[in-house]
Structure formats: structure tokens, C-alpha cells
């Protein structure tokens, strides 16, 4: 099997423990990679001034594939977004958050199968933001033309490719006419490339609604970055929550695959983390690597540990650790 070298950030909270957890299941997979490892986030600032060391970002440049766990992002003051920072570094333009039921893991929701296609450098999070005065703060949306067309694109390339029926546009351009207006245009413009998929718009008010009353209905969603990031979480909480909702990154030149979840200070150092989001991760970076096998490997010892319900970790109702979790999935393989 080839043999690829890619780059890997241990993050904040518990970044580092589910890093651990998925490389060792990667190797016991046997999914033939090199890793470059760097420690990234508070930790690394306190002890050397950086949030990314050098050689990392020089790591991902010369491997171009990016495997990265959480890390924390102050609020309100302090640096911005480090996750922010990356995608539109290196125009990771494409955020891909597929949501699927898995049967072994109970919800009030059965057969969820939405992948969600955020855009992911612009919009509100492009960081314009003023403080005019004391009182009043600007903060400023931007949509256009080149990066609305090639998620929208990005999203019915997939739908056509993997026979999915229908993609969802999610907007509010009831309010936003202008911006929100934009993408909802552009949006059926690009759809008559693909008409065997079906192409629909809907308000995100209505879609938050009708997500947790009928989720079977949705398909592919393509939407802005603001709601995205947040129906997304949604979507994660029909499936059994956010230790279970993978995500790649996907630009031009690089790729980055992350969890959804963020570094859960809360649990952090416990050794109850679910490393599952992140392990399925993991699979969408080895099949971006044509490392197809390994992937359906995984997943299939993920299945049936799921299945056996005698290792899970607290999220998912177990009394287990991440520890023991792994081992379980190590043991399938
Ligand atoms: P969070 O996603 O870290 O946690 C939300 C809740 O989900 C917590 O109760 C947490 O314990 C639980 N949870 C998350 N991942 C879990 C897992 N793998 N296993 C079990 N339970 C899990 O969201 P938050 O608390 O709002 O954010 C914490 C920090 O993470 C913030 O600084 C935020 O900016 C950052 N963040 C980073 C990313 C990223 O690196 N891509 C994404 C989201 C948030």
C-alpha cells in the first residue's frame, strides 16, 4: 500500500486525547501513513508565542492534507479563530458535514441522511467587524459571486455524483435581499448545470423547524457559512450529537478533515471524549487518499462496537472511556 505523509494538529481540551485515539486506530488499520504531529493552541502559545509553530503551517504546505482536532477559540477578546484562520489561508472553501442515523445509536430521528455543504470563508465570518463607538459595534456580511457559485457547485457536483435527488438552498433573503439575495440567485443559476438533481430554496428559520419535525425530507443542503456552522450542530443532535459528525475542509490545493465538535473544555482531560467524529474524519481523509478500504474498514469496526453497546463512551449513554472505546474498535479490526 502507498505509503502518505500528512500533517496532524493535537488541539486544546480534548484534542489531544482523541488525536491519540484515532492514530492508533488509523495504524492498527494498517492505513500506511506518516505523520508530521504539532501541538497547536494555548498550550503552544504559553510555551512559545505561537498558536501554529512554523513548521507546522510548512508541514501542511509540502503535505497538503491536514488532519486537526479542536481547538479553543477565546470569546469575545483575545485571538481570533485559529479554525477561522486555516480555511481561508488556505481556501478551504467547501465544508462537507455529512449527518447519518446510525441504527445502533438510539435518537427520537431515524433515517437522517443530510450532507450539509457550508461555505467557508466569507460571509460574517470574514471578520469585518468596527467598533464605531462605546455603544455601537458593525459587524459586516459578505456574499459573493466566486465563492457562492463554487460551494453551490461543490454541493450538486456531489448530488450528481453520489445519485443524491435533491439539494436545499438556505437563505434569508426575506431579509437579506441583497446578500441573502445573491446566493438564492446564483444558486438556481448553477443548478440548471445539473438538472437531473432537483434544486429547491428555503428561509433558515423554517429549515431549523422542519429539521427536527421531518429531517427525512432534506437531502443535500448548501448554505451560507453563519448558518451552516450552526444547523450543522443541529443536524449532529438528530444523529446522537456532536461525537458523531465528521467534516472535511476541501479547497483547491489543500484539505483539511476535522470533527464538528469543538475541544469541550467541559470534559476535557476526563478520558470520556468520543473519538468517533473525529475518527470518521479521519475516513473522509482516507478516502480523499484513495485509501477506500481502510476507510470501509473503520467504519465497519465503528459499526459494530456501536452495535455491541458494551463500550461507549458517556455521550452515547456507555460507561466507558475513550480508552477503552478504542481498544474496542482496535479489537474489530
Ligand atoms: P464543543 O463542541 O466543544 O462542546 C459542546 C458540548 O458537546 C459539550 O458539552 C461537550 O462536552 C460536548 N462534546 C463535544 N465534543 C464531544 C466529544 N467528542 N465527545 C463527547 N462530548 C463532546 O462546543 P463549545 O463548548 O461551545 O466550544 C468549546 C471551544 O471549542 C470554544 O473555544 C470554541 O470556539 C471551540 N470550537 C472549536 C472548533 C474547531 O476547532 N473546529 C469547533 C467548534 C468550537
Known amino acids: 500500500m502507498e505509503k502518505n505523509t500528512i500533517t496532524v494538529f493535537k488541539g486544546d481540551g480534548i484534542g489531544p486525547e482523541i488525536t491519540d485515539a484515532v492514530l492508533k486506530i488509523l495504524d492498527a488499520a494498517g492505513a500506511g501513513l506518516e505523520y508530521e504531529i504539532f501541538r497547536v493552541g494555548a498550550a503552544e502559545y504559553e510555551e512559545n508565542g505561537a498558536l501554529i509553530p512554523e513548521a507546522g ?164 443542503i448548501v448554505t451560507e457559512n453563519l448558518y451552516g456552522d450552526i444547523l450543522s450542530d443541529l443536524t449532529s443532535g438528530l444523529i446522537g450529537g456532536l461525537g458523531l459528525l465528521p467534516s472535511s475542509n476541501m479547497g483547491e490545493d489543500f484539505a483539511m478533515f476535522e470533527a464538528v465538535h469543538g475541544s469541550a473544555p467541559d470534559i476535557a482531560g476526563k478520558g470520556i471524549a468520543n473519538p468517533t467524529a473525529f475518527l470518521w474524519s479521519a475516513c473522509m481523509m482516507l478516502e480523499h487518499l484513495g485509501k477506500q478500504e481502510t476507510a470501509v474498514k473503520i467504519r465497519r469496526a465503528v459499526d459494530e462496537v456501536l452495535r455491541q453497546g458494551t463500550a461507549l463512551t458517556p455521550d452515547l449513554g456507555g460507561t466507558a472511556g475513550t480508552k477503552e472505546y478504542t481498544e474496542e474498535i482496535i479489537r474489530q479490526l
Do not use: W
Not at 119 to 143: F, M, W
Not at 172 to 201: C, H, T, W
Open 57 to 220: 503551517f510548512a508541514s501542511f504546505e509540502k503535505n497538503r492534507v491536514l488532519l486537526k482536532s479542536p481547538i479553543t477559540t477565546p470569546l469575545g477578546t483575545g485571538f481570533r479563530s485559529l479554525n477561522v484562520m486555516l480555511r481561508k489561508k488556505y481556501d478551504l472553501y467547501a465544508n462537507m458535514r455529512p449527518a447519518r442515523s446510525n441504527s445502533a445509536v438510539k435518537t427520537p430521528f431515524e433515517n437522517v441522511d443530510i450532507v450539509m455543504f457550508r461555505e467557508n470563508t466569507e460571509d460574517l465570518y470574514a471578520g469585518v467587524e468596527t467598533q464605531v463607538d462605546q455603544d455601537t459595534a458593525h459587524s459586516i456580511k459578505i456574499i459573493t459571486r466566486k465563492c457562492s457559485e463554487r460551494i453551490i457547485r461543490a454541493a450538486f457536483g456531489y448530488a450528481q455524483k453520489n445519485g443524491r435527488k435533491k439539494v436545499t438552498c438556505v437563505h434569508k433573503a426575506n431579509i437579506m435581499k441583497i446578500s441573502d439575495g445573491l446566493f438564492r440567485d446564483i444558486f438556481y443559476e448553477v443548478s440548471k448545470e445539473y438538472p437531473q438533481v432537483q434544486a429547491e430554496d428555503k428561509i433558515v428559520d423554517n429549515v431549523a423547524m422542519q429539521l427536527v419535525m421531518q429531517p427525512q425530507k432534506f437531502d443535500v
